[in-house]
């Protein structure tokens, strides 16, 4: 029996590398349609939830965890020795950038080297994790031949760019279309096959790896673009005594033509700040600038410190400088209503300051406390009326649902509110938006 075969009778092992936000949802949709699932991380701790049916990532039930466990059909390890019983293995690691922001991609390296030493015949291995165009080719492929099979014919590769939205509460890894794009044709063919095995959305074939790579970039490249832009826009609306919040629902009346995009203090997660780099640092290669995507980076990475500098010149109207002043920050997520605060603005924005001597605290349901290089921050406990009061400013950098915001605003002295969440508070005349 062929993989294909295996995968169309539900018979094949299917293997997941990175049990991140990425890999453990993909695990237990595959565990879920009914196939034996081996998930592998390096991480000891994540290893010994999972196999406990213990859930960490927001996206999954803990209920559907926890059966598909019990049942036998998702199992985690750290022994890579166990790749040799997988059918098929599919690497969500993650893709930082390095500290010269260039892409740092040992993650998928070491992923791979771990897996050649017990690769076999008619095995199929994809890649997820968002990376620049031709790794998939230049960098895998040579590393999984090290086996001594050859791909395309002894094994298949393809690359299939994860598209998780963490907190959406409409799409997830069932429902959301996959794109998949392999060395061959056959290798293509066997991806899809496993891909529509599992989910309920379709999946759309391109012909190589690296269309499938660039399609992952312009995803999110396209919507770094225009959030810089509509950030670029709110400076100069600003300036111009006009609200870029009005004026952006005005411009979305019209039925075609225009997508609403909104300001804010910054860019986070782990996909659209950082996906555009790739981008450019492969363009580099080919002594081409990407122009436009710089420039909306430009913006984008100056926003926290745009939004201390209004914060300054907001308590400089009461007379309140912000050195020594006591700032309230509502929200460090990167995102509303979830847990991660991988690349958060708002982290940024608390680091912009600390650097002008402002006595900073924040309050985020989701986050107790963060790490930043190396440092840890306590978050308060409760969002209470003595807490708001006792802020100079409250600066709300997060849009998460389950805060009183009636609250800030009867109790702040004045509130900066860059996500427009209280756009339905009333009285307003001490909230100032971005």
């Not at 000891?44 to 999954?60: L, S």
């Not at 826009?233 to 870029?244: E, V």
């Not at 006591?326 to 995102?335: P, S």
Request: charged share 25%.
């Amino acid at each position: 029996m062929d993989l294909k075969e295996k995968l169309l009778k539900k018979q094949a092992t299917l293997g997941v590398v990175g049990l991140g936000y990425v890999g453990l949802p993909l695990a237990v949709e595959k565990a879920k349609a009914g196939f034996a699932v081996l998930g592998f991380d390096v991480q000891a701790q994540k290893v010994a939830m999972v196999n406990a049916g213990e859930n960490y990532i927001g996206d999954v039930v803990n209920e559907d965890l926890a059966a598909i466990v019990k049942d036998g059909k998702l199992r985690a390890t750290t022994d890579f020795a166990d790749v040799a019983r997988c059918d098929c293995v599919c690497i969500a690691v993650p893709t930082p950038l390095d500290a010269h922001q260039q892409p740092d991609i040992s993650y998928v390296r070491a992923s791979a080297e771990s897996i050649v030493p017990y690769m076999h015949k008619d095995m199929l291995v994809v890649l997820e994790s968002t990376t620049y165009p031709g790794t998939t080719q230049e960098l895998l492929q040579p590393i999984l031949e090290r086996s001594g099979l050859k791909c395309g014919e002894d094994f298949y590769l393809a690359f299939s760019p994860e598209r998780v939205d963490p907190g959406n509460l409409i799409y997830k890894t069932k429902n959301t279309p996959k794109v998949v794009g392999g060395i061959t044709q056959k290798c293509t063919d066997v991806a899809a096959t496993m891909y529509e095995m599992v989910l309920e959305a379709p999946v759309h074939r391109v012909s190589t790896p690296a269309v499938a790579e660039m399609e992952k970039i312009l995803e999110n490249t396209y919507r770094n673009i225009n959030i810089g832009l509509v950030n670029e826009l709110a400076m100069l609306c600003d300036k111009m005594g006009i609200s870029i919040w009005e004026v952006i629902d005005a411009a979305k009346s019209k039925p075609y033509g225009f997508q609403a995009f909104y300001p804010g203090p910054g860019l986070g997660g782990h996909c659209i700040p950082l996906d555009p780099y790739y981008l450019s640092w492969k363009a580099r290669e080919y002594g081409f600038h990407t122009s436009m995507i710089e420039s909306s980076m430009m913006v984008n990475d100056r926003m926290p410190e745009y939004c201390v500098q209004r914060a300054m010149h907001i308590l400089n109207g009461f007379q309140k400088a912000i050195s020594a002043a006591k700032v309230l920050v509502l929200g460090v997520a990167y995102k509303q209503d979830i847990d991660d605060f991988r690349e958060s603005p708002a982290i940024r924005v608390i680091d912009e300051l600390k650097k002008v001597g402002a006595d900073v605290c924040y309050y985020d349901p989701y986050i107790p406390q963060f790490k930043e290089n190396g440092q840890v921050m306590e978050g308060e406990k409760a969002l209470t009326a003595d807490l708001i009061e006792s802020a100079d400013l409250v600066m709300v950098t997060c849009a998460h649902t389950n805060v009183d915001y009636a609250l800030v605003q009867q109790k702040a002295k004045v509130i900066f509110d860059t996500k427009n969440v209280m756009k339905d508070i009333a009285p307003r005349d001490n909230i100032v938006l971005l």
